[in-house]
């Protein structure tokens, strides 16, 4: 198994903490030397007073938590968490998994739900997805009064125009298709029609279709019976039951295999679900929400998407502008931004310059708004001062590291062959820290396995046998 994105990777200062909690000496240490081997910092503690005291004097990224243990448990646990430290992943094991305490503990708010004895490669799956959303929670843009609405950020008319559907679609049962380029918020979107509709107490599942691998997607959405493959020791509940009363986002539904579109289709025309061998169907009230990246006709032109599965999802269609659409609202997330990361990082970084300014809202932001948030937090690091100045930002903003100026080749095709030449740079120093292995490649790029192989094809960079 390839270790996790975001672990052997990071700078020592920089690696996700881990906190584990269990009774059990034998757990704990096994944890912790896997964990640790993944690259990651790992703490341990016997049971939740010393979890509570831990994470009282510590910051952590994730806590994986034992159900059951003496005095405080698991659900006593993630309920303090709930409280004290919102926003923390509590990824809960127990060798008493049922359905109920599986739904008992989403409702509260769990990451996930893995049984005892668990599978190492089902851990690492639970940890990468946890660190995953709780970055995806970092990046929320959390901002009420006049600077947006439903917890985001924006006040162009684009912007406008989202907060009006939400508005009228989110107390509803139907399904949603969010439509945006990478980096938009269509996660944060999916959770605001959630949080602002009458299922909000109920479970919010998100299931990435393309971090999957197709072979364990159906067993993932629909669950499985016990014996119903090699390594199933237990029967589980897939993410369509455990959503149940609430809401699923089906994160990058193009990248779904023509076997599962045909399943899915039957599970939302009939509302009724099939595990992975069992006998019987189970009925789900569970409100879906699809989001891609993708041109979903052009999928079902090309044949790639079911036309039947692309209507049923695309009930309301809600589409989120690119950056570059609502400038407007740059100076907005700027100052968000800003706020956030002088919070984490011990800053006092109050101001941004006029210079800094006018890079930053000219940009294009090929990677939208994460991309901007990830330069605002460079910005606020490397800061000396108060002010946010124009030395701190990086050079690619204005195309550094090629031999033609803008005025020289006009300024899109300078745009372009600058872009382009920081993407086939970044992709060929990802293969290469993979040696060549395109699956972990695209997980360290956050990226589907073939959307990896496009740019490949686009970048002419052969593609070694895995």
Not at 266 to 271: D, I, S, T
Not at 437 to 448: G, Y
Request: hydrophobic fraction near 40%; glycine fraction near 8%.
């Amino acid at each position: 198994m390839p270790p996790l994105p975001g672990g052997p990777g990071y700078p020592p200062a920089m690696r996700p903490r881990i906190l584990v909690v269990d009774d059990e000496p034998s757990i704990r240490k096994v944890l912790q030397a896997h964990l640790s081997r993944d690259g990651f910092d790992v703490d341990a503690a016997a049971d939740g007073g010393e979890a509570t005291a831990a994470l009282t004097h510590k910051p952590y990224e994730l806590v994986i938590s034992d159900l059951k243990m003496p005095g405080i448990g698991g659900l006593e646990l993630l309920a303090w968490i709930r409280n004290e430290l919102p926003g923390l992943p509590v990824i809960l094991i127990t060798a008493h998994g049922t359905v109920d305490a599986a739904v008992e503990a989403l409702k509260l708010g769990a990451a996930d739900f893995i049984t005892k004895p668990f599978d190492l490669t089902e851990l690492r799956n639970a940890v990468d997805k946890a660190l995953r959303t709780e970055r995806a929670t970092r990046k929320s843009l959390v901002d009420p009064g006049p600077k947006g609405r439903f917890e985001l950020i924006g006040v162009t008319p684009s912007m406008q125009r989202v907060y009006s559907l939400l508005e009228k679609v989110a107390d509803s049962p139907t399904t949603v298709l969010i439509v945006g380029e990478s980096g938009t918020g269509k996660e944060l979107v999916a959770r605001a029609l959630h949080d602002h509709s009458s299922r909000k107490d109920a479970p919010f599942i998100t299931v990435n279709c393309g971090a999957i691998p197709e072979n364990l997607f159906e067993s993932e959405l629909f669950g499985h019976e016990r014996g119903a493959f090699t390594g199933a020791v237990t029967s589980k509940p897939g993410r369509f039951e455990l959503a149940d009363g609430g809401t699923l986002l089906l994160d990058e539904v193009a990248e779904l295999g023509r076997d599962m579109q045909v399943k899915l289709l039957r599970a939302l025309q009939e509302r009724k679900i099939d595990r992975v061998g069992g006998t019987r169907a189970i009925s789900v009230d569970t409100r879906v929400i699809a989001a891609t990246n993708i041109d979903l006709q052009a999928a079902v032109a090309s044949g790639r998407f079911r036309e039947d599965l692309y209507y049923r999802l695309n009930v309301i269609p809600i589409r989120l502008p690119a950056l570059r659409e609502r400038r407007e609202d740059i100076p907005l997330l700027v100052e968000h931004f800003l706020t956030r990361f002088n919070q984490r990082l011990g800053k006092h970084v109050s101001q941004v310059g006029e210079a800094a300014m006018a890079r930053l809202c000219a940009w294009h932001w090929p990677g939208n708004i994460r991309e901007l948030e990830n330069v605002v937090e460079r910005g606020v690091l490397l800061s000396e001062n108060d002010v946010f100045a124009d030395d701190v930002l990086p050079g690619v903003l204005d195309g550094v590291g090629g031999t033609d100026a803008p005025g020289e080749v006009g300024l899109k095709e300078y745009v372009r062959v600058h872009t382009a030449r920081l993407e086939r740079a970044l992709i060929l120093r990802s293969l290469e820290a993979e040696n060549g292995n395109v699956t972990r490649a695209a997980r360290r790029l956050d990226i589907s396995r073939k959307s990896l192989q496009l740019k490949m094809k686009e970048y002419q960079l052969r593609e070694d046998p895995e």
